[in-house]
């Protein structure tokens, strides 16, 4: 089945500790791309990837890197999650980023 | 910078209404994509609807539609026939292709709830 993987999807952590969400997909996408939702400011993008080893900042990097060694996956890592990272995240990939993007079932992250 | 704007926070439609969702963006690019996404209470982004902006003729699936106004800037969603699974926030979206950079821009999001 096609589809793009996001986990956890539920995390609940404190601030400071260094986390990761992972995002993989399995239809062999070039563009993948990170989004946060929050109540009022609808989607808002964090970073994108256009292949392997080629990132760009969306509208939201601060406190965020991703890094994208295969193509498959594309990594969300906070170095110091801060409670302004509260969040539904979420995950896309789309074969090129003019079309349709593929959304992951979204991560919900709490920081204390 | 570009800006999406969704002036509707809320709405609400009849079964079997029509309903029309606005959508307004601000760019100085000529070569950009539109799109309408819609979010279930399941939270899934699923893609309603794509608007290339070099296209004349507005895009349409099924039931939803497009009005396309490149000088207004203006890019309205039409829903006929209103069903309850139509019920979801949905969202406007920008995207602009220029110089090697592929930066995605949505609005707040409009929330739909079709009434029977």
């Known amino acids: 089945e096609a589809q793009v993987t996001q986990n956890p999807r539920y995390l609940i952590t404190v601030t400071g500790k260094k986390l990761t969400v992972t995002c993989s997909q399995n239809?062999?996408?070039?563009?993948m791309s990170w989004y946060r939702q929050d109540p009022g400011l609808g989607l808002r993008q964090i970073y994108y990837?256009?292949?392997?080893?080629?990132?760009d900042k969306g509208d939201v990097p601060e406190g965020y890197k991703v890094s994208r060694k295969e193509k498959r996956n594309f990594p969300l890592i906070l170095e110091s999650p801060s409670p302004n990272q509260t969040s539904l995240y979420f995950c896309?990939?789309?074969?090129?980023?003019?079309?349709?993007?593929?959304f992951g079932p979204g991560t919900r992250l709490t920081v204390l | 910078a570009q800006t999406v704007t969704q002036s509707q926070p809320e709405m609400s439609v009849q079964e079997a209404e029509t309903v029309t969702l606005s959508c307004t963006y601000d760019?100085?690019?000529?070569?950009?994509?539109l799109f309408w996404y819609k979010q279930p209470p399941s939270r899934q982004m699923i893609l309603v609807i794509r608007?290339?902006?070099?296209?004349?003729q507005n895009a349409t699936e099924n039931r939803f539609s497009v009005n396309f106004q490149k000088a207004a800037k203006s890019f309205s969603l039409k829903i006929s026939d209103s069903q309850l699974g139509d019920t979801a926030m949905y969202f406007c979206?920008?995207?602009?292709?220029?110089?090697?950079?592929?930066?995605?821009?949505f609005g707040t999001g409009t929330r739909l709830k079709v009434l029977a």
């Open positions: 990837s256009m292949n392997v080893e080629v990132t």
């Open positions: 760019t100085s690019e000529n070569n950009y994509y």
């Open positions: 608007q290339e902006a070099y296209k004349q």
């Open positions: 979206a920008f995207m602009k292709h220029s110089s090697g950079t592929y930066k995605y821009i």
């Open positions: 896309a990939s789309s074969l090129w980023p003019v079309i349709e993007q593929f």
């Open positions: 239809m062999n996408h070039e563009y």
